[in-house]
């Protein structure tokens, strides 16, 4: 008997993370560098832990609402008004999830039917298990790297049909590092009206600029209110990956199937999560801003080093910690410079294939690590490099 033959239709659409296959052969090395990681390597900060411990001596212990904690959501209400110019009502319109991943995998069981049409930026973050496992199909609309990795909204215009039902976006982008500004994304915005088209909007590295970028959300755009779902999380911000909390801001109907779900599903956020949250979002933002300076440090030695080895070039990252270096020049495949570059070399990065087609010919490193394991990586880079050129 084999088990497999009981699972469901549905769960053949879900695939392993590139990104755990990759880290699996990259575990098996000792000694390894990994650019790999997408999160912080900062400890969270420590008013935020201390709020968490705080909360447990109060007796945060029990259930949670299932929507949140009340001031919570109220604190995430004054954030969006202040910060992503969105007013939304802390009762009815925001809903605090397991990280923006809960956001993102509720979306597509609310709102995706078998042969619905979603349109996602390619190369972008993946989507793609999520949107197959409720019958969605996937259209790209492609990212060039000679347009710095913006998508060209003629492009949008020709992937719409009829069964075109939501697009996703990600600005900043994980993992290319672009901004969508607002020009772009007001050309975008007007496709989704006039085509009715819900949008996705997955904002999570909305605080990692650089160079005075400005980060836009569409959802605050005249008449884009209703057809936002905007998904925010604490995780990159607040180096807070592990408490797994985020938020989702929505039109009323949205945000009460996922709070009706959410009694069915998980219950609730952890409660001292929670708690940890609101010390984050309500205090000054000092811990934010000191990281994205790190990260710009960390920014410059990456693409200084990567832009002066022979046959790599890389686009300055606008934002995030990823760089997003082409590698076409050696005429391997992303996964076999990966796998060449662990293997041999000791220095693990993300295929570019892994965040679509037009990923091919790229890599995904991480800046979020030490300067020093920068200088090492870049050399072991090197190395591997004049060994295969
Ligand atoms: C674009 C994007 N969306 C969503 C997530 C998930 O974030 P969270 O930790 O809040 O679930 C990530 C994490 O890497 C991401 O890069």
Redesign the pocket.
């Known amino acids: 008997m084999k088990i497999e033959n009981f699972f469901s239709k549905r769960n053949k659409g879900v695939e392993w993370s590139g990104i755990r296959i990759m880290f699996a052969l990259a575990d098996k090395i000792d000694n390894v560098i990994n650019l790999g990681i997408?999160?912080p390597d900062f400890d969270t900060p420590e008013h935020i832990r201390d709020a968490a411990k705080l909360g447990l001596d109060q007796g945060f212990t029990r259930y949670p609402p299932a929507n949140g904690f009340q001031d919570l959501r109220e604190a995430v209400a004054v954030k969006l008004e202040r910060e992503n110019k969105i007013k939304a009502d802390p009762d009815s319109e925001i809903f605090i999830s397991?990280?923006?991943?809960?956001g993102?995998f509720n979306v597509m069981l609310h709102m995706i039917d078998p042969g619905d049409e979603v349109l996602v930026v390619d190369p972008g973050?993946d989507y793609y298990s999520q949107i197959r496992l409720f019958g969605g199909v996937p259209v790209r609309v492609p990212a060039k790297e000679e347009n710095r990795f913006k998508i060209d909204p003629e492009d949008v215009k020709n992937a719409i049909t009829s069964k075109t039902k939501l697009m996703i976006l990600?600005t900043p982008?994980?993992p290319t590092g672009a901004v969508f500004d607002r020009e772009l994304l007001e050309q975008i915005a007007l496709l989704c009206k006039k085509h009715k088209i819900l949008v996705l909007s997955?904002e999570?590295?909305e605080h990692i600029m650089f160079d005075g970028n400005e980060h836009v959300s569409i959802g605050s755009f005249e008449g884009m209110k209703d057809l936002t779902i905007s998904?925010y999380?604490?995780?990159?911000s607040y180096a807070m990956?592990g408490w797994?909390v985020?938020y989702v801001v929505a039109n009323k109907a949205i945000i009460d199937e996922m709070e009706k779900l959410m009694e069915h599903m998980v219950s609730g956020v952890t409660a001292v999560a929670q708690r940890a949250a609101l010390a984050a979002i309500s205090s000054s933002q000092e811990c934010v801003k000191n990281m994205v300076a790190r990260y710009a440090k960390r920014r410059e030695i990456i693409y200084n080093g990567l832009n002066n080895i022979k046959g790599i070039s890389c686009i300055k990252p606008e934002s995030t910690f990823y760089a997003f270096p082409n590698i076409s020049s050696f005429g391997m495949s992303s996964w076999d410079f990966a796998k060449y570059m662990v293997n041999e070399h000791k220095v693990a990065m993300v295929p570019g294939s892994i965040f679509g087609n037009n990923g091919e010919g790229f890599v995904r490193i991480s800046f979020a690590t030490s300067s020093d394991n920068l200088e090492k990586a870049l050399e072991k880079i090197e190395g591997g490099i004049s060994s295969i050129i």
């Open positions: 997408g999160q397991v990280g923006a991943m809960q993102i973050y990600n982008s994980n997955d999570p590295y998904i999380t604490l995780s990159k990956t797994r985020g």
